[in-house]
Structure formats: structure tokens, C-alpha cells
């Protein structure tokens, strides 16, 4: 019954059942790849009051308001967007140059990331994308090391984690790999960066599970968001029990995209067995049901036979209700970006009520949905063969060329009041940020490109304007009038620094 729906009308003659077969598969391909399907503009959700955060960033951002065009052949489907994600990637580019460190955790493990420098020294050297991959990923991956080249040629400083377990010529310390939503080797990677790089400013980026632990990461704690200046999270699930009820699900195929992803666990299991399921491992955590374990077909069974016990949880439910960031959203306050496809064969819209919500009820999110893209995929432009830079990469480093700028220019929500968090009663505590205005930053590099050019620099009618405004931060009813204005600045600001 489900495949009535690939099923054209056909004719009711007789030599109606001759032809009928090819075009009933023509039909199916049709459907398959959705070329019939029109490209729209994402939508978005936030504040419907809005503020000047949100505004800013919407002038800013104009790719968040224009069409995305997929691929004409394939790229409006969300299967083909997914496998060719996974399975080919984009066109290899020459492997950036990078650096890695490995650092030691409390309880034995070594994690490690690998950081990109940026290409030429100016405004944005000073920021810098920590990037979580998805599950099971590591920098090694060619959509990680592609828009990190990306985003060096537009003056960021790139770092990428490695997950636990994932580097395949790197052995484990401890008998443990990375979890759903473990923050401890992202806030390790973080707090690294800034003592290497005190003056950097970091910008959280997550992707599928990434974007998990960056939110969590984010909610878990005040003095987290203080070290950020927003999180952005793309095709992640929010909240794992959900989730957890769809992947054993058949409709839009999510059944076999769950055994693919339980085979690339168990790989990686297997490929640190002795290890990880050693006599030592098992008498600290427990004991683990190895047979199961290997010939799981589903997740759940790996993490309710090992996961679970691992992390030292009753039941898998538990386990993942822990791990979700859908519970710890609300304490964010720190601007974020939430970004989804609908046509997502892995994490479907029915798990996005929670990022909508929270984006609807919060001054300094946008939530927004994608008609096509599939689970990471976005590939855009061209006939068959896409753009190597994905829609995907455009759109973090558009929304972080905005957020630097207004950091710039000292119009952070986190520079222009402070922090509201809810403590364990529910009440709100008022407390300071620890983010300077972010002019002076402008100023002193200002006074090096005059320098450098033996001229006075362009933006000291800008410079003057900017001071002004941050004179009268303190006027909050008056700034709230005034948001039109500030957005009109920030423009002339983005200008000048690029």
C-alpha cells in the first residue's frame, strides 16, 4: 500500500499494459529524484516582536531570505543530497595544512584536534570556527576539511575534533569512544584554543551529532556561552528517545539508514575491540554484552548492550535523555542558529518542534528549514555535477562574517546587557558577561591597515558613528527604536572589514 503513491494512472486499454511497465520506472525515478520539485526560500522562525539582533543579522545574511537551488538532477531529493554526502563527498581539494594536538583527559583518554590557520592575517584572524563533526567523524573527513579550506580563504581559524575512537591511525588511552552527547572533548578543544589564542573569539559549529553536543554544551553551563560568541547546529535531532522511535522505522527508508550507521559503529568498536572490551574495562563499567553487541542491527542494541553500561546508566532510555540538548535549550542566551532539512531521511520534521519552540520564544535564535538538502548534504548549482562549496558552507560563513561585524561594532546581545540564566529553582540571576565591546578590536586594526597603506583608513567616519552608539548602549528603550539605524550601521561596518 505504502508504494501506491509511485504509481502513475494509467490507460485502460489493452496495449496500455505493454508500456505501462517503463513508465511506471520512469515515474519512480521521477519521484525518486524529485526533479519536478521547485526550489523555494528557507523558512524561518524566531521572535515574531523580533529584535535588533535578529534584524541585523537578516540584512546582513541575505542568504537566509533567497532561493536555495539544488543540483537540477538529483539535488531535490533528500536520499540522493544524504548519499552523495556520504558516499563521494565533494571534489577532493588539496589537503589543507593543519596542526595537531592531542591533550590528555582527567580520566586517561587523549583527545585530539587538528586546527587550520587562515590564509592572510586580517580582522577575522582573530575568530576562530570550532567545529563538532557528526557521528563517527574526525577532521579527516572531506566535508569538514572543505570548508575548512573554505573558510581559511575567508580569514577564519578553523579547529575540527576528533571523535573518540575515530581516527583509525590514532589508539585509544582509555576504554571509552565518544557519545551522543558528550561535551567533555569539546570544552577541552575550547578552553585549549583560547589559552594557545587568548584574544580569539570562538564560534561554536555543530553537524548532525555535532550539533548536539554543541548545544548541550552551550546549555550545560553560563561560563560555556561565555567563551562564544553564538553556536550554529545543522541537521541534528534534539532530542535521541524521539529519535530513537523513527530510525526503527521503514518510512522514508530511515530502517536502512540506521543499519548502515550500526554497521560504521560496529566497525569502529571492532576496529579498538581488545581495548574497549577487555577483562580491566568490563570489571570498572560493567559487564558488556559483546555477542550483542556485534550483531546489532539497530543503535539502540549497541547502546543498550554497551553504551549504556559503559556510561554507567540503568536503561538506554536514560542514557539518552541525558545526552539530548532539547533539555537544556532554555538556559541558552547567547545567539544561536539552528538549521534543518525537511526532507531529511535521518533526522525527519517531526523532531524540530523543539528548536521552533525555543527559537519562537528567544530574542537571539533563528531556526530555519530548507525545503531540500537531505542530512548534510545542500549541495547546489550545476546541472549533475554541484558546486564543490555547498549551500551549507555559504551560509555558516555568511552568518559568521554578521556575527563577527556586530561583534565589531560592540552589538552582541551578550556586549550590550547581561546574561540571563535560569538557576536550579527556576528563578532568573542576573549576571555579568565577561565580553568586551569588541571597538577597540576595530580600532587597533584599523590603525594597522592605515599604517600599512601610509593613509588614513575609510572607516573613521564609521569609527566615530560606531563609538557613538556604544556611548549610549545603556539607553535600551531608546536602541530599541532605533534598530533600523543599527542595522545601517552594521552595514557600513561589514563593508569596510571585508
Known amino acids: 500500500m505504502g508504494l501506491f503513491w509511485l504509481v502513475p494512472?494509467?490507460?485502460?486499454?489493452?496495449?496500455?499494459?505493454?508500456?505501462?511497465?517503463?513508465i511506471i520506472i520512469f515515474w519512480m525515478v521521477l519521484r525518486l529524484l524529485q526533479v519536478l520539485s521547485s526550489p523555494e526560500k528557507p523558512k524561518l522562525y524566531y521572535r515574531t516582536s523580533g529584535s535588533p539582533f535578529i534584524q541585523a543579522i537578516l540584512e546582513s545574511c541575505p542568504i537566509l531570505t533567497q532561493i536555495f537551488r539544488p543540483t537540477v538532477l538529483w539535488g531535490k531529493s533528500g536520499h540522493f543530497q544524504t548519499v552523495v554526502h556520504v558516499k563521494m563527498g565533494r571534489t577532493k581539494p588539496r589537503w589543507p595544512d593543519s596542526q595537531r594536538f592531542h591533550i590528555p583527559m582527567p580520566d586517561g583518554a587523549t583527545m585530539s584536534y587538528d586546527l587550520f590557520d587562515p590564509h592572510e592575517e586580517g580582522h577575522r584572524a582573530k575568530f576562530t570556527l570550532a567545529l563538532c563533526p557528526g557521528i563517527a567523524n574526525s577532521s579527516e573527513c572531506i566535508y569538514l576539511r572543505t570548508f575548512a579550506s573554505y573558510a581559511q580563504t575567508h580569514g577564519f581559524r578553523v579547529a575540527i575534533l576528533n571523535h573518540l575512537g575515530a581516527l583509525k591511525s590514532e589508539k585509544l588511552t582509555s576504554p571509552r569512544i565518544f557519545t551522543y552527547g558528550g561535551t567533555e572533548e569539546y570544552s577541552r578543544m575550547v578552553d585549549h584554543l583560547l589559552e594557545q589564542y587568548p584574544d580569539t573569539k570562538i564560534l561554536a559549529v555543530g553537524f548532525s551529532m555535532g550539533g548536539n553536543i554543541v548545544t548541550k554544551y552551550l546549555g550545560e553551563s553560563?561560563?560555556?556561552?561565555?567563551?562564544?560568541?553564538?553556536?550554529?547546529?545543522?541537521?541534528?535531532?534534539?532530542?535521541?528517545?524521539?529519535?530513537?522511535?523513527?530510525?526503527?522505522?521503514?518510512?522514508?527508508?530511515?530502517?536502512?539508514?540506521?543499519?548502515?550507521?550500526?554497521?560504521?559503529?560496529?566497525?569502529?568498536?571492532?576496529?579498538?575491540?581488545?581495548?574497549?572490551?577487555?577483562?580491566?574495562?568490563?570489571?570498572?563499567?560493567?559487564?558488556?554484552?559483546?555477542?550483542?553487541?556485534?550483531?546489532?542491527t539497530s543503535l539502540l542494541a549497541v547502546d543498550e548492550n554497551y553504551s549504556r553500561i559503559r556510561a554507567g546508566f540503568k536503561s538506554a532510555y536514560e542514557y539518552y535523555r541525558k545526552h539530548s540538548s532539547a533539555y537544556v535549550l532554555q538556559n541558552i542566551k547567547v545567539p544561536m542558529l539552528f538549521m534543518n532539512a525537511e526532507d531529511d531521511p535521518i533526522c525527519p520534521p517531526s523532531l524540530y518542534k523543539h528548536a521552533r519552540q525555543f527559537a519562537?520564544?528567544?530574542?537571539?535564535?533563528?531556526?530555519?528549514?530548507?525545503?531540500?538538502?537531505?542530512?548534510?548534504?545542500?549541495?547546489?548549482g550545476g546541472l549533475l555535477i554541484p558546486d564543490n562549496v555547498t549551500w551549507l558552507d555559504r551560509v555558516i560563513i555568511e552568518y559568521a562574517d554578521a556575527v563577527t561585524s556586530l561583534y565589531l561594532c560592540g552589538k552582541l546581545p551578550q556586549q550590550t546587557s547581561s546574561l540571563l540564566v535560569s538557576s536550579g529553582d527556576g528563578e532568573a540571576d542576573d549576571i555579568e558577561t565577561t565580553f568586551d565591546s569588541?571597538?577597540?578590536?576595530?580600532?587597533?586594526?584599523?590603525?594597522?591597515?592605515?599604517?600599512?597603506?601610509?593613509?588614513?583608513?575609510?572607516?573613521?567616519?564609521?569609527?566615530a558613528s560606531v563609538k557613538d552608539v556604544a556611548d549610549n548602549t545603556k539607553e535600551k528603550d531608546e536602541e530599541k527604536r532605533d534598530s533600523l539605524k543599527r542595522g545601517s550601521l552594521l552595514k557600513q561596518a561589514s563593508t569596510f572589514v571585508q
Open 9 to 22: 494512472v494509467l490507460p485502460s486499454s489493452g496495449m496500455g499494459i505493454y508500456w505501462s511497465f517503463p
Open 222 to 296: 553560563l561560563d560555556n556561552q561565555k567563551k562564544v560568541l553564538c553556536g550554529m547546529s545543522v541537521c541534528q535531532g534534539y532530542e535521541i528517545n524521539e529519535a530513537k522511535v523513527l530510525f526503527m522505522q521503514w518510512s522514508n527508508l530511515r530502517r536502512v539508514y540506521t543499519y548502515l550507521m550500526t554497521l560504521n559503529q560496529r566497525r569502529l568498536l571492532s576496529r579498538h575491540r581488545d581495548f574497549l572490551f577487555s577483562k580491566q574495562a568490563q570489571e570498572k563499567c560493567g559487564t558488556f554484552r559483546e555477542k550483542d553487541v556485534f550483531s546489532a
Open 360 to 380: 519562537e520564544k528567544t530574542e537571539n535564535c533563528i531556526f530555519m528549514t530548507t525545503k531540500h538538502g537531505g542530512h548534510l548534504g545542500y549541495f547546489e
Open 438 to 463: 569588541g571597538i577597540s578590536d576595530l580600532s587597533s586594526w584599523e590603525r594597522k591597515s592605515a599604517s600599512s597603506e601610509g593613509s588614513v583608513s575609510p572607516v573613521s567616519g564609521v569609527m
